[in-house]
């Protein structure tokens, strides 16, 4: 039997094994097999960690040049990229995505989060005013941008790298120290970014991990720890509640990246090539576990059934496998348990009247892959608006086609949600693109497009989707405390 690795926490620029000795077991979803243990902090292990933070703050981290932590910055990049195939490996078994994929997104985002960042903070410019005063001298009044403090980073496992190094490249950048507690389906690279952390020079204490769960375990522990100054989360709409309540105490602001069920709406005059190859990536990439994906397709009645007939096709042609498999587009899902959850969406949708245009179940994978945590893409047509399976957030790969016939209707029923995360609009009509955009209750739009990011535009949610904007310059309202200094002439 080959022996397990272990994910040990990173605290102080140290690896350390919790006190407790307490393990779980990490699964590799592609084959169901565990094939390694994390340890799980207790409330000594994030002490040690929010401690570490904070001596950190106060040590040469805390008095560097802007300059000096910039160049640590791009160096923590660079030494990723070195890492490139160390990342790749790393990320492609804690999730089974395919390796085109995380090759392509995953392990480039992650350098690219830090380079980004470095630059945005290298180049902005505090204001200033000059103000009358009733003597006639005056005063000038400046602002500066401060590092929050101690940040604690909560994050989720569909884009583990990517998602993290969307929180730690701003908060370093910005000069604040981090605790970050990675999901615990998905510890490894938020380890092995400790070994860059200490290659890149960055100080010890600036960059720590901590393994566990949520509720009464790590999670917990950290986001209702006193000597964190801001809490920053990605995942569930219900955790971003419990979070914000943790929050609450000590009055800490809070940046929330949280659920979608978001809308795709196809007019008649699209291009529909086009339409159905990014629905095929909106509905599908990432197995459906993509918090900007699609899960209810609108479609003007005169191409609906054309649309529906090119995307089964598109679907069926899909190949599901292990990461490394040849030619791979669908990996499996996340664990056993998000299966049954998303299993138990396809036999609701049955019972809700749906038609399954294709999929429904579970395929049959044999060889290293027999046990994995795969499942059927599937789409559906026939079901109401007010079913769970159109209301609810399903993060798998599966879509409703709905059909409809004006478009002041479409909007309403695009809108019609608890959420407002992101849509996309396929239409040739620029006016009816930009129109529409704009009465759509999300906080991305894409227009004959999807995912199609620049990182220095903001990033959130509307609604239950989220608290606050990330990305670009919108980052530093969450990572500095601006201070204004007025000096009297
Ligand atoms: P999740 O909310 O179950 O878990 C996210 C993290 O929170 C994990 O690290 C978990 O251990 C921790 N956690 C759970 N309960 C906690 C608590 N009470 N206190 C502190 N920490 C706690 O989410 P998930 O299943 O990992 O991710 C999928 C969800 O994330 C989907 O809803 C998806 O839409 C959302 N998501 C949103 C975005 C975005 O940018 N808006 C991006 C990716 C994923």
Same mark, same amino acid.
């Given at each position: 039997?080959?022996?397990?690795?272990?994910?040990?926490?990173?605290?102080?620029?140290?690896?350390?094994?919790?006190?407790?000795?307490?393990?779980?077991?990490?699964?590799?979803?592609?084959?169901?097999?565990?094939? &390694?243990?994390?340890?799980?902090?207790?409330?000594?292990?994030?002490?040690?960690?929010? %401690?570490?933070?904070?001596?950190?703050?106060?040590?040469?981290?805390?008095?560097?040049?802007?300059?000096?932590?910039?160049?640590?910055?791009?160096?923590?990049?660079?030494?990723?990229?070195?890492?490139?195939?160390?990342?790749?490996?790393?990320?492609?078994?804690?999730?089974?995505?395919?390796?085109?994929?995380?090759?392509?997104?995953?392990?480039?985002?992650?350098?690219? =989060? /830090?380079?980004? /960042?470095?630059?945005?903070?290298?180049?902005?410019?505090?204001?200033?005013?000059?103000?009358?005063?009733?003597?006639?001298?005056?005063?000038? =009044?400046?602002?500066?941008?401060?590092?929050?403090?101690?940040?604690?980073?909560?994050?989720?496992? =569909?884009?583990?790298?990517?998602?993290?190094?969307?929180?730690?490249?701003?908060?370093?950048?910005?000069?604040?120290?981090?605790?970050?507690?990675? %999901?615990?389906?998905?510890? &490894?690279?938020?380890?092995?970014?400790?070994?860059?952390?200490?290659?890149?020079?960055?100080?010890?204490?600036?960059?720590?991990?901590?393994?566990?769960?949520?509720?009464? @375990?790590?999670?917990?522990?950290?986001? @209702?720890?006193?000597?964190?100054?801001?809490?920053? /989360?990605?995942?569930?709409?219900?955790?971003?509640?419990?979070?914000?309540?943790?929050?609450?105490?000590?009055?800490?602001?809070?940046?929330?990246?949280?659920?979608?069920?978001?809308?795709?709406?196809?007019?008649?005059?699209?291009?529909?090539?086009?339409?159905?190859?990014?629905?095929?990536?909106?509905?599908?990439?990432?197995?459906?576990?993509?918090?900007?994906?699609?899960?209810?397709?609108?479609?003007?009645?005169?191409?609906?059934?054309?649309?529906?007939?090119?995307?089964?096709?598109?679907?069926?042609?899909?190949?599901?496998?292990?990461?490394?498999?040849?030619?791979?587009?669908?990996?499996?899902?996340?664990?056993?348990?998000?299966?049954?959850?998303?299993?138990?969406?396809?036999?609701?949708?049955?019972?809700?009247?749906?038609? #399954?245009?294709?999929?429904?179940?579970?395929?049959?994978?044999?060889?290293?892959?027999?046990?994995? /945590?795969?499942?059927?893409?599937?789409?559906?047509?026939?079901?109401? *608006?007010?079913?769970?399976?159109?209301?609810?957030?399903?993060?798998?790969?599966?879509?409703?086609?709905?059909?409809?016939?004006?478009?002041?209707? #479409?909007? &309403?029923?695009?809108?019609?949600?608890?959420?407002?995360?992101?849509?996309?609009?396929?239409?040739?009509?620029?006016?009816?693109?930009?129109?529409?955009?704009?009465?759509?209750?999300?906080?991305?739009?894409? #227009? =004959?497009?999807?995912?199609?990011? *620049?990182?220095?535009?903001?990033?959130?949610?509307?609604?239950?989707?989220?608290?606050?904007?990330?990305?670009?310059?919108?980052?530093?309202?969450?990572?500095?405390?601006?201070?204004?200094?007025?000096?009297?002439?």
């Amino acid at each position: 039997m080959t022996e397990l690795r272990e994910f040990l926490h990173f605290i102080d620029g140290a690896y350390r094994p919790s006190a407790s000795g307490k393990t779980f077991p990490v699964v590799a979803p592609a084959t169901g097999e565990t094939y &390694a243990v994390a340890h799980e902090a207790g409330e000594t292990e994030v002490d040690a960690a929010v %401690s570490a933070a904070r001596s950190a703050l106060n040590g040469r981290w805390g008095v560097l040049s802007v300059a000096d932590r910039i160049d640590l910055v791009i160096s923590v990049a660079d030494e990723i990229t070195a890492r490139f195939d160390d990342f790749l490996e790393a990320e492609i078994t804690d999730t089974g995505k395919p390796r085109s994929l995380a090759s392509h997104i995953d392990i480039p985002r992650g350098a690219a =989060n /830090f380079r980004m /960042f470095a630059d945005t903070i290298r180049t902005i410019s505090g204001e200033s005013f000059e103000t009358a005063t009733p003597d006639g001298a005056g005063a000038i =009044n400046y602002s500066l941008r401060k590092p929050r403090g101690v940040i604690a980073v909560i994050c989720p496992w =569909n884009f583990p790298l990517l998602l993290m190094t969307w929180k730690v490249g701003p908060a370093l950048a910005c000069g604040n120290t981090v605790v970050v507690k990675p %999901s615990e389906e998905t510890p &490894a690279t938020a380890t092995l970014l400790g070994e860059v952390m200490n290659k890149a020079g960055v100080p010890k204490g600036v960059y720590n991990v901590v393994h566990g769960f949520g509720p009464g @375990s790590a999670g917990e522990f950290l986001t @209702s720890h006193p000597g964190v100054d801001g809490i920053t /989360f990605t995942g569930e709409t219900r955790t971003g509640e419990a979070i914000m309540k943790a929050a609450g105490t000590g009055v800490r602001p809070v940046s929330l990246e949280l659920g979608g069920k978001n809308p795709a709406i196809v007019f008649a005059d699209a291009d529909l090539d086009k339409a159905v190859e990014g629905t095929m990536r909106s509905v599908f990439a990432n197995c459906g576990q993509v918090c900007l994906g699609t899960e209810r397709v609108y479609v003007e009645r005169p191409v609906f059934d054309e649309f529906a007939a090119r995307l089964k096709a598109g679907v069926e042609k899909l190949k599901l496998g292990g990461p490394s498999a040849k030619g791979v587009s669908l990996g499996p899902l996340i664990s056993a348990e998000h299966r049954e959850k998303v299993l138990s969406y396809y036999k609701l949708a049955a019972e809700e009247g749906a038609t #399954v245009v294709t999929g429904g179940g579970m395929p049959a994978m044999s060889g290293a892959e027999k046990n994995g /945590f795969f499942i059927e893409p599937t789409i559906w047509t026939g079901l109401a *608006d007010d079913s769970r399976v159109v209301v609810e957030e399903i993060f798998g790969p599966c879509c409703a086609l709905l059909p409809f016939d004006e478009e002041d209707e #479409v909007i &309403a029923r695009a809108n019609n949600t608890y959420y407002g995360l992101a849509a996309s609009l396929w239409t040739d009509n620029l006016s009816r693109a930009h129109r529409v955009a704009r009465q759509l209750d999300v906080g991305i739009c894409w #227009v =004959n497009s999807w995912f199609l990011r *620049d990182l220095r535009t903001p990033f959130g949610g509307a609604k239950a989707s989220g608290v606050g904007r990330e990305g670009g310059v919108h980052s530093l309202e969450f990572y500095t405390e601006l201070e204004n200094i007025c000096v009297k002439f």
